[in-house]
């Protein structure tokens, strides 16, 4: 009886261990295949046509003026602009911690250059704006069964030093940008990463697609964009909405 009673404890302990074991591994494989899901951002739901928080109209091109980025920016973005990159970094910290600026790092829509004239930081909205774009640029490629690209993000947040030594260097590049305040990206339209073929190549195709996703978004109000033809790049400035307490 003795015998009998420990092997059914036995049988019992295994079995629990076993569904245990089941659980954890399912949760591990949910995990995995739901992490390169697309969560829409909160700040990407609201209706942006109506609900901006300051002037802009649905348009079909993608040439916007800087002084234009720039009232979105300062209205969004760092509330100062930082002089030099030792006093950004200074400062750093303190942004993170308050949940102003957030690191970009690269997902399975997007990846970065390697980034000598800019910091990889953007505030909340600006990082939701890059992933609304990577799922509807790699959507719309999976729609026409062309090969899956990630597209390749070149600037990101400058401080007034790196602009400057832009701006002798690149005529597009003006002394005062819109990337001075966290809001701003360039993305390359010269090559892509292939994700199939591990290679970073040119496409006719990925750069007609992610003309099209642009300027759908930039109809839906969701960004400023211009094209910059001499660097090969979409500037993009992020749309931020009215609080909720301010739509009326």
């Known amino acids: 009886?003795?015998?009998?009673?420990?092997?059914?404890?036995?049988?019992?302990?295994t079995g629990i261990v076993l569904i245990i074991c089941s659980g954890i591994i399912s949760t591990i494989i949910y995990k995995h295949k739901s992490k390169n899901k697309y969560t829409p951002g909160?700040?990407?739901?609201c209706d942006h046509v109506k609900y901006a928080n300051a002037p802009?109209?649905?348009?079909?091109?993608?040439?916007?003026l800087n002084d234009i980025h720039l009232i979105h920016?300062?209205?969004?973005?760092?509330?100062?602009?930082?002089?030099t990159n030792e006093e950004f970094l200074l400062k750093l910290d303190s942004l993170k911690n308050n949940l102003i600026l957030f690191e970009v790092v690269e997902t399975p829509y997007y990846q970065l250059k390697s980034l000598t004239h800019?910091?990889?930081?953007?505030?909340?909205?600006a990082i939701d704006?890059?992933?609304?774009i990577g799922y509807r640029f790699q959507q719309r490629l999976a729609e026409k069964k062309y090969n899956i690209y990630r597209?390749?993000?070149t600037s990101l947040l400058r401080t007034e030093e790196t602009q400057n030594k832009l701006s002798h260097r690149n005529t597009n590049a003006t002394a005062h940008s819109a990337h001075l305040y966290g809001t701003t990206v360039d993305i390359s339209y010269k090559n892509f990463y292939n994700t199939q073929k591990d290679t970073i190549e040119s496409s006719y195709e990925a750069v007609q697609t992610l003309t099209k996703v642009l300027v759908e978004m930039r109809q839906e109000c969701k960004f400023l964009a211009v094209?910059?033809?001499?660097?090969?790049?979409?500037?993009?400035?992020?749309?931020?909405?009215k609080s909720i307490d301010n739509k009326n």
């Not at 009886?1 to 302990?13: I, P």
């Not at 704006?129 to 609304?132: A, P, Q, V």
Request: hydrophobic share 35%.
């Open 42 to 45: 909160v700040s990407t739901l």
């Open 1 to 13: 009886m003795l015998k009998r009673s420990r092997k059914r404890n036995q049988t019992l302990l």
């Open 227 to 241: 094209r910059e033809r001499k660097q090969s790049c979409f500037h993009l400035t992020v749309v931020v909405c």
């Open 129 to 132: 704006m890059l992933n609304e």
């Open 56 to 64: 802009i109209s649905p348009s079909n091109k993608l040439n916007d």
């Open 151 to 153: 597209f390749r993000i």
């Open 118 to 125: 800019s910091q990889p930081y953007l505030i909340p909205e």
């Open 73 to 83: 920016a300062q209205k969004n973005g760092l509330k100062r602009t930082f002089a």
